[in-house]
């Protein structure tokens, strides 16, 4: 990958073009919500991930055929989306409103600059690969 001068520090494809990769982690039932969202500002295509994690709320407590049992890691689903620079601020916005509840456990998302991708059929790469 190359840098340019003029640039802050982040990774450039051939072009000059800067791709984004953002990884959320979601309640499982906003899941549907949000691809619909985010394929109605033009994201084409995602991973999706079935996880389970902790956070702020370090799981609960839940019972179960008459028992408490401590749940300590909570299912959440986890988004994987490259895209190019100028949308990534589209979608994190487009992710944070939709699947914000207002309860705790609602997510996180993370940006990353991508150095490189590549699409495997045809050998596109950075951005063409999206």
């Given amino acids: ?13 051939n ?14 039932f906003k899941l549907e919500e949000v691809r619909e969202a985010l394929t ?3 994201v084409r295509g995602m991973m999706v991930t079935e996880i389970k994690g902790f956070g702020s709320q370090s799981g ?12 300590n890691f909570v299912p959440k ?7 190019q620079d100028n949308m990534a601020e589209q979608v994190v916005s487009t992710i944070s ?23 495997v059929r045809t050998g596109e790469t950075n951005d063409d690969a999206l």
């Fill in 1 to 13: 990958m190359q840098r340019s001068a003029a640039d802050t520090g982040r990774f450039c494809n």
């Fill in 15 to 28: 072009e000059g073009k800067i791709v984004k990769y953002i990884i959320a982690t979601i309640k499982p």
């Fill in 40 to 42: 109605g500002i033009g």
């Fill in 60 to 71: 609960h407590t839940e019972i179960y055929r008459g028992a408490e049992y401590a749940v």
């Fill in 77 to 83: 689903v986890k988004l994987e989306i490259a895209v």
């Fill in 97 to 119: 409103t939709t699947a914000k509840t207002d309860k705790i456990g609602d997510g996180k998302v993370f940006v990353l600059d991508l150095e490189s991708a590549m699409r």
